[in-house]
């Protein structure tokens, strides 16, 4: 890889007088950016996009783009819009991309005078278009990205796709399938591995925006102080930084199914939902306890590990020059 790929900077493009975001959550995936999404929406003076991952600017991600199983993940999340929206009119079919740029606008009629506007779509990072579609429409927004230890990042995406059911094989044979699949069709092997590819993704955005435009944060630091973090972006975002979020509940927690092959069947034969709904609330946590294992006891196989960090190495060496950060630990 080479580490000094050029960028060209495209001419800004007039702008509407609709509200419309002025910063952005890019990335990376499966760090932390739905929590973050949830506990910038508690700030009065901040308005988050009520649906999160619209990927407006981000055009590899279409339904026609999409593999037939990530369609039907698609499909369902469409039943909730007309909820979270809320505005009368008919809602467009799967889910929650946002493909024009009047139903993108649609997302910030809500504003009401917040200072800082906001959407949080994490395949920003990834994809190759998003950040010189952003700096085309609004080269005056703030930019924020979490990077999170590859390795770990592509372990936690894993992880999600078993619990949706997308999946049953090994983390590893998951791995070697990714390593496999054709580029192109978006699925759950690809843009797997190719999502912590961070250094060529985040130069496409420090080639545009101006440095004090850009926040990078890292996740193994960022969440180990959810204060200190929130109450640096609250500064980055000119609101006020005194405002303290509610960050007790952690949103898209790490969780794994203790019976992964029965759980992938129960999915797919789409019969998981009428069965816990069989099971009173006040019963439901003890059944999620004893269907899913949660938290810091799931771990990466070292093997696993290792094999990743000889993947990424090159990148990661080549981010820690671009961005002059030891990142030793990621090698580790």
């Known amino acids: 890889m080479d580490c000094q790929d050029a960028q060209i ?6 702008l509407s007088k609709s509200p419309a975001p002025n910063f952005f959550i890019v990335g990376a995936g499966k760090a932390g950016t739905t929590s973050l999404h949830g506990y910038l929406h508690q700030h009065p003076e901040i308005y988050m996009s009520p649906v999160k991952e619209p990927c ?15 369609r039907r993940h698609l499909e369902r999340q469409t039943r909730k819009l007309k909820h979270i929206l809320n505005d009368g009119e008919p809602v467009r079919p799967l889910g929650w991309i946002a493909q024009d740029w009047d139903n993108y606008l649609r997302l910030f009629r809500p504003v009401r005078g917040e200072k800082a506007i906001g959407e949080a779509s994490a395949a920003y990072l990834w ?3 998003a950040a010189a579609n952003i700096y085309a429409r609004f080269p005056e927004a703030r930019i924020v990205m979490i ?21 049953r094989l090994s983390f590893r044979r998951h791995i070697e399938h990714a390593l496999r699949v054709p580029h192109g069709e978006l699925n759950i092997y690809y843009p797997f591995l190719e999502a912590g590819l961070y250094a060529a993704q985040v130069k496409r955005f420090l080639d545009l925006f ?34 303290e979020a509610d960050t007790t509940r952690k949103i898209l927690e790490r969780r794994r199914p203790r019976f992964a092959r029965a759980h992938y069947y129960l999915k797919k034969l789409n019969v998981w939902r009428p069965l816990r709904a ?20 799931i771990r990466i196989d070292p093997a696993d590990r290792q094999f990743l960090i000889d993947y990424y190495r090159p990148d990661i060496e080549c981010l820690s020059t671009l961005l002059n950060r030891d990142l030793s630990s990621w090698l580790i």
């Open 127 to 129: 994809s190759s278009a």
């Open 210 to 243: 101006p440095r004090d435009q850009v926040r990078i944060y890292w996740y193994e630091e960022a969440w180990s102080n959810p204060s200190h973090l929130l109450r640096d972006l609250f500064q980055f975002l000119a609101v006020n930084p005194e405002f």
């Open 278 to 297: 069989l099971v009173p609330t006040s019963l439901r946590p003890s059944l999620r306890s004893a269907a899913f294992r949660t938290g810091g006891s």
């Open 147 to 167: 990077l999170r230890d590859p390795a770990e990042r592509a372990f936690s995406q894993y992880l999600h796709q078993v619990a949706l059911g997308l999946t």
């Open 9 to 14: 900077r495209p001419s800004p493009i007039a």
């Open 56 to 70: 407006y600017f981000a055009p590899e991600i279409r339904p026609e783009n999409f593999s037939p199983g990530f």
